[in-house]
């Protein structure tokens, strides 16, 4: 769409804080006002629909406003109720990443012992969520106390974290590592190449190809984003 708007700001409100276009309130698609809970957000928010379309009539769309999409994600599809999503998300326990390990080579297997295995022992010591690891692609069945305590840990997160948690677990494939980012105990960065050692392994030994290269910037910028989100939304 054409940029309709000349400046963004942001302005308090007894809610939060509101973003406004030209001083109307940037609006959801339900009709409600966006409203955001911590100033750091609203700020970022604003700075994007700012940059928008660079000046009035320039052509915008809403992948210039991720901010704008993960907050009106919380406010209108989650807040209302976040347990069918913090269940979605939950599920992602049961075949995490980390829990399954190559047979080889010598290699491949230590990497993922290397960086993986500490996460496992931080989810456990953290939620009490003891999972089991496998070697191959044959399904585990874990524990349901384990699944159970991974479960306690997304309900206790805020629809804004249940946003970002819904874009960061499916990219990296692991709930294991979102929960760390959600914790922030890693990074994006961090993150993306720990969920990455396989695809990174097998590169190494026969290298990349373009698309698949640009497939793994655009997740990599999705987990970036959702870390984002989640510190600027405190």
Sequence with gaps: ??????????????DGYR???D?????????????????????????????????????????DVPLTRLAG????RIAPNPQPVAR???????????????????????RQHELW??????????YGAKLKVTTGVMPVAQDPEALAALGRAVADKTPAALA??????????????????AAFRLDAARAWTTASVDEDFQAGLWGRDEEGER??????????MAERFLRLAG
Excluded: H
């Design 117 to 126: 295995s500490v996460w496992l022992d931080w989810v456990e010591g953290a």
């Design 215 to 224: 497939r793994r910037c655009r997740v990599a910028e999705e987990v970036a």
């Design 73 to 76: 994600t919380a406010q209108e």
């Design 1 to 14: 769409m054409k940029r309709f708007w000349q400046v963004a700001a942001m302005a308090a409100a007894q």
């Design 23 to 63: 001083g109307r309130p940037v609006r959801l698609p339900g009709g409600a006002a966006l409203v955001v809970p911590a100033r750091g957000l609203a700020e970022a928010i604003t700075a994007e629909w700012n940059a928008a379309g660079t000046a009035r009539g320039g052509a915008m769309d809403w992948n």
């Design 164 to 181: 970002a948690l819904g874009v960061a677990v499916p990219a990296l494939g692991s709930l294991v590592l979102g929960l760390a980012l």
């Design 88 to 110: 979605r998300i939950a599920q992602y326990g049961e075949t995490d990443l980390l829990c399954y390990r190559a047979e080889g080579p010598e290699a491949l297997v230590q």
């Design 19 to 21: 973003v406004l276009l």
